[in-house]
């Protein structure tokens, strides 16, 4: 049933990606044609919009390709047979920030610990949880963060509310979710700031 759900679910990312490369200017014109947007306000959305979506695919497709090559040497030093399919699947799960390839390599060395290999059960463990798990702290934060301008904590939140919701696509929709939402706080900050009540004593 999982299978055919994600089958199901990237045919209809396949769908509908297909039909926003044809028709997506279009739409966003449209969609930019009914907020009560300047010019300005509205070009800082699109760009917004753009740089976060190709921050997130670039950070994803990156810290995929690293952690699961790097987990997949490890798994075969530790004599695990099927050392690709394992990284294969880390590549993929590594799309959920923090959480993702810890759901292989974590019961891949409790498996080796209760079979009696204990020190390549601990090996592996350290490894990937030192090495192949920061990967995802450290690049996430440059790659995703830095470029979206988007805070860490608002990035690994937004991933996992995108996937809960919307499947594999959420984590791309989350993200832009999140710096859009962000984007069009600071526009209100921005133009209502004469309005807008001063803070004082909030660090204190």
Not at 120 to 131: D, N, R, S, Y
Not at 146 to 158: A, R, Y
Request: some cysteine; charged content about 15%; hydrophobic content about 55%.
């Amino acid at each position: 049933m999982g299978t055919v759900n994600f089958i199901f679910l990237l045919f209809v990312f396949l769908y509908v990606s297909y039909f926003f490369l044809i028709d997506g200017k279009s739409l966003i014109h449209r969609i930019f044609y009914y907020l009560p947007l300047r010019d300005r306000e509205e070009e800082r959305l699109l760009n917004r919009f753009t740089s976060v979506t190709r921050a997130t695919l670039k950070g994803t497709v990156v810290i995929g390709i690293l952690q699961g090559g790097l987990a997949g040497v490890a798994f075969a030093v530790v004599g695990i047979d099927a050392a690709v399919f394992c990284g294969t699947v880390m590549a993929v799960l590594s799309i959920i920030p923090a959480l993702g390839s810890a759901l292989v390599w974590l019961p891949a060395s409790i498996i080796l610990v209760m079979g009696g290999s204990y020190l390549k059960g601990i090996g592996l463990a350290l490894f990937c949880g030192l090495v192949v798990g920061s990967l995802d702290n450290v690049l996430r934060r440059r790659l995703v963060g830095k470029d979206t301008q988007v805070h860490e904590l608002m990035i690994f939140l937004s991933t996992l509310g995108g996937i809960a919701l919307f499947g594999l696509v959420g984590f791309v929709i989350g993200p832009i979710i999140a710096a859009l939402f962000v984007t069009v706080w600071d526009i209100y900050g921005e133009v209502f700031q004469k309005y807008l009540p001063k803070v004082t004593g909030a660090g204190e």
